[in-house]
């Protein structure tokens, strides 16, 4: 072999071994939104498959409308600044609604470990992070039928609801907001957990001090001052604050509605993150 071709054969080992340069911001977001996009459409599949786990969500707002929002709304015990009850209500039981779909979606990703699925996501080149968003986002899907509901059930009950488009919109885009961040914390905890049980006990532990530690029934001004502190570090709380605002007709919010979105914006981004970490531990 010539030096000539020692030298070529060197200089392509070389370029052979030298690694292809990292994609730029742009194309990294847009790769991480692309296989995000995927896991979403996967797991909207399933949905679409057995659409039985919505129905039976939609049973536990109607009651809690048609049934405990009648009664209250005859006490007339609350003070919800000359909103009839029932309005002050809907869009408490509309989050509501959307917890409790979102906070046992990690049942999920047990299940898919067990069935070696969540063993091939781990194994594509896919970010940790985008498997969790993408499962996510998939239970925020799920709460756009949660909004449908509630919005229908008020109709039929005559609330004054806001029925313009634009609020529309913005109510469930807040609803789907609000359940990426539960459904990411659900499946965070499903990665500690590791078992169907534990993390069914784990939901029904948090589902209830989250509801009643907010202003989704009650205002917060009632709530002795220890659980006035707790409610505002409650990111259901916000969730409520912004759907009451842009959903009822003269609805307000208390904190902001900007502050409202960056605080359940901000918690998703945080909770994706962690969980994109802690993913792996659920197949160890």
């Known amino acids: 072999m ?33 296989k995000t996009a995927a896991i979403t459409e996967l797991e909207l599949r399933k949905l679409r498959h057995d659409p039985t786990e919505l129905v039976v969500r939609a049973v536990q707002p109607l009651l809690w409308l ?19 009850y029932l309005d002050f209500m809907a869009p408490g039981i509309l989050a509501q609604s959307v917890l409790f779909v979102a906070i046992f979606h990690g049942i999920t990703i047990i299940s898919e470990r067990d069935l070696g699925i969540l063993q091939k996501y781990l194994a594509s080149p896919a970010p940790r992070a985008a498997i969790v968003l993408g499962k996510a986002l998939s239970s925020a899907a799920r709460s756009l039928v949660m909004v449908a509901l509630i919005y229908a059930v008020s109709a039929v009950l005559g609330l004054s609801v806001n029925w313009h488009p634009a609020a529309m919109a913005a109510v469930a885009g807040i609803a789907a907001l609000g359940a990426t961040l539960f459904s990411s914390l659900s499946l965070i905890i499903a990665c500690l957990v590791k078992t169907r049980e534990r993390m069914m006990g784990m939901g029904q532990l948090l589902t209830m001090p989250l509801f009643f530690a907010s202003n989704a029934v009650y205002p917060i001004s009632i709530m002795p001052p220890w659980l ?43 909770l994706v993150i962690i969980g994109g970490r802690l993913c792996p531990n659920i197949v160890r």
């Not at 709380?237 to 912004?242: G, I, L, P, Q």
């Open 66 to 84: 048609l049934v405990f929002g009648q009664v209250i709304a005859g006490v007339r015990g609350f003070p919800t600044g000359g909103i009839p």
């Open 228 to 270: 006035q502190a707790v409610s505002q570090f409650n990111p259901l709380t916000y969730e409520v604050d912004a759907l009451r605002a842009l959903m009822l007709a003269g609805g307000s919010s208390e904190y902001g509605i900007g502050l409202d979105f960056a605080v359940l914006l901000g918690g998703t981004a945080v």
């Open 2 to 34: 010539t030096p000539q071709e020692s030298g070529a054969q060197s200089a392509g080992s070389a370029e052979a071994r030298t690694p292809p340069p990292e994609p730029g911001a742009v194309e990294a977001a847009v790769r991480f939104w692309g």
